[in-house]
């Protein structure tokens, strides 16, 4: 194997997952048309595994012998990744299994990850059928460098990992509702966010989060020196920034005092779709969690006008008193109403108290 930065082994022997029904419904399609020749023609070998059903690709990624691939590579929108990443985190030999690199070739509606890479090797943005191209032509390059992914827990005591976003509230609205405009591609993140202006509403809960500045000391995360053993998790790295979640946050955290949100964003890639640059500041293996997240009295238009913005990542910095923006490790966000909506990589998971914590450089990504 190549090491952390290096390129994926010569002839790079690819498993390509693709999700038929993604996007608007061409993977196949624009694979056959745009894909296929390019691979061909740089010597990449694959295989080609359609999915089937929701978490057949978890499932395959699972029980896979990963001897036998150097890349695992998906032709989707960020969903099918989400279902790799966590089929590869729930195995035994996850330490190892989470080192092989990932590729992604957008052919979703939501492409934020490709959108991110493609940004991150200095290009300017493009969106759809040019998109799909660069991120072919990077995979055939086959540089890799380093993931960073997130462990998200639930009350449940459920642990997802998560390499894009996690979203209460406006964001986690839009991308729900918007799975029934996914005829248009990309743009449902548009129309969906022109819907849900007109029906504005405030989300209430508790955010609090461990600002990125503050020291990695070897305190217990309580600062206390009693030692509290985190519950260990009995697969997957330890989350030692976090208490459980029916213990208050460590001391030095810090809470956020407003309780009335519009929206919570966390993200750890600078995408949020295709034209939403929502982190501009965020790296593939920062390390970091770049939180934001707009307070409740923010106009609609001023909300509009944010989004708007966002297309060019310039939002973070029209001083709208209502935004909120820091680097964190970790987080925790429990809202007070019993119903609604969470998203992490724009899939939707179990509605209640989560807490997160990154992990820097966990995976390995193919960015070119
Ligand atoms: P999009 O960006 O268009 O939403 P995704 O890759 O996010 O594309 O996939 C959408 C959803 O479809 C995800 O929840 C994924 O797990 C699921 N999925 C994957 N393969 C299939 C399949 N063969 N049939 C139906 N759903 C699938
Ligand atoms: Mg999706």
Redesign the pocket.
């Known amino acids: 194997r190549s090491g952390a930065h290096g390129e994926v082994r010569r002839p790079c022997r690819v498993l390509l997952l693709l ?5 608007k419904g061409q993977a196949l399609a624009l694979f056959n048309n745009h894909i296929q020749r390019m691979l061909h023609e740089a010597g990449v070998p694959y295989t080609l595994v ?8 978890r499932e395959l990624v699972r029980e896979l012998d990963l001897s036998q691939w150097d890349a695992l590579v ?1 032709m ?8 790799v990443v966590n089929g590869l985190m729930e195995r035994e030999d996850w330490e190892d299994a989470i080192q092989t690199p990932l590729g992604v070739l957008p052919g ?4 934020a990850l490709a959108a991110s890479i493609h940004h991150y090797s200095g290009s300017q943005p493009v969106s759809s059928e040019e998109l799909l191209l660069s991120c072919g032509f990077l995979l055939c390059k086959g540089l890799v460098s380093r993931l960073d992914l997130t462990s998200v827990s639930m009350a449940s005591n459920q642990r997802l990992f998560s390499f894009l976003s996690l979203a209460w509230g406006f964001v986690a609205d839009v991308d729900i509702e918007s ?1 029934k405009y ?1 005829h248009v591609g990309a743009a449902r993140f548009t129309v969906g966010t022109l819907v849900r202006l007109a029906s504005l509403r405030v989300y209430r809960g508790k955010l609090a989060y461990l600002p990125a500045e503050e020291p990695l000391s070897s305190k217990t995360p309580n600062g206390h020196l009693t030692t509290l053993t985190p519950s260990s998790p009995e697969l997957g790295p330890q989350d030692n920034l976090l208490v459980p979640l029916d213990q208050p946050v460590p001391m030095h955290w810090t809470v956020v005092q407003d309780e009335d949100f519009v929206l919570v964003l966390a993200m750890y890639q600078s995408h949020l779709a295709e034209d939403l640059l929502a982190a501009p500041a965020s790296r593939a293996e920062d390390g970091i969690i770049h939180l934001m997240y707009v307070k409740a009295g923010i106009s609609r238009a001023a909300l509009l006008r944010l989004f708007l913005a966002m297309e060019k990542g310039a939002h973070l910095t029209t001083n709208c008193p209502y935004v909120v923006y820091v680097k964190v490790r970790a987080m925790r966000l429990e809202p007070y109403s019993p119903k609604g909506t969470i998203t992490v990589d ?2 939707l998971v179990d509605y209640g108290p989560v807490q997160a914590q990154i992990h820097g450089s966990l995976a390995r990504l193919i960015t070119g």
């Open positions: 999700n038929p029904h993604s996007g359609i999915t089937e059903r929701q978490n057949h690709a998906i989707s929108g960020d969903g099918l990744l989400f279902e979703g509606s939501g492409n799975e996914r724009g899939e």
